[in-house]
């Protein structure tokens, strides 16, 4: 796939955790040598294994817009460990944002604009009640428990992932304030989230599977694009 990041569009890549063998060891030549050193430090295989795919993912879907050798792809961080373009290859106004959770991971990229993505595995044995009482604000709580008990998971995995994808998206980190959203009710069957953030804009992504996601953006909407990742060597 010969890729180009057009202006004003957001590129949004799923990106499957779970891969062939033959694929997977090829994938690890892919990482820096402190990724791998990072990958040796987990200490079960499946946690291993999800974090080599997910940046190895990263790493080749990037190198393809930036048209660079992979030895030139390098990162910093920010601040508050928001991952970035080195300066060598910062002029080129690619911004990007990695999630993942799971056997799934979710890769946003623009181009001179912030941003932020967050996917979570809507899980059925989750506390979800005890966290949005701690987590939620006032009007948020009100609205989430007024919902009819059967959508109430999904609206707080909808709420949740709208929330780490602003935080993630401003690069504050953990630490940042949660930004309010809005949660209403479409057809009395699905959730809504909505956000009145000035300088940003959250919009809904739907990854399927039981997972829920959202990508926040620096400025106003823009047109997204989907894509599904496939290492070169099984293609």
Not at 112 to 131: M, P, Q, T
Request: glycine letters at 6%; a neutral charge; proline letters at 3%.
């Amino acid at each position: 796939m010969n890729l180009a990041l057009a202006e004003n569009t957001v590129d949004v890549w799923l990106i499957s955790l779970t891969q062939p063998g033959d694929s997977y060891a090829s994938l690890t030549g892919l990482l820096s040598s402190a990724e791998r050193e990072r990958a040796a430090r987990f200490k079960f295989d499946v946690h291993r294994r999800r974090f080599v795919i997910a940046h190895a993912a990263l790493r080749s879907i990037l190198l393809q817009y930036l048209k660079t050798a992979p030895t030139d792809l390098q990162f910093v961080d920010s601040v508050n460990g928001k991952p970035r373009l080195a300066a060598e290859l910062a002029g080129s106004g690619v911004q990007f944002n990695l999630s993942h959770s799971y056997e799934v991971a979710l890769l946003g990229v623009t181009r001179g604009r912030e941003i932020g993505v967050d996917i979570e595995l809507v899980k059925e044995d989750y506390a979800f009640d005890e966290v949005a009482a701690r987590f939620f604000t006032a009007k948020e709580l009100a609205a989430f428990r007024a919902l009819p008990l059967h959508l109430q998971r999904q609206a707080f995995f909808k709420c949740w992932t709208s929330k780490e994808a602003f935080l993630k998206a401003k690069g504050t980190g953990l630490s940042g304030k949660l930004d309010e959203v809005e949660i209403t009710l479409a057809d009395h069957q699905r959730v809504l989230i909505h956000a009145s953030v000035p300088g940003w804009t959250l919009m809904e992504l739907d990854p399927g599977n039981n997972y829920e996601a959202a990508l926040v953006v620096e400025g106003g909407r823009l047109p997204i694009n989907g894509y599904r990742w496939q290492p070169i060597s099984s293609c």
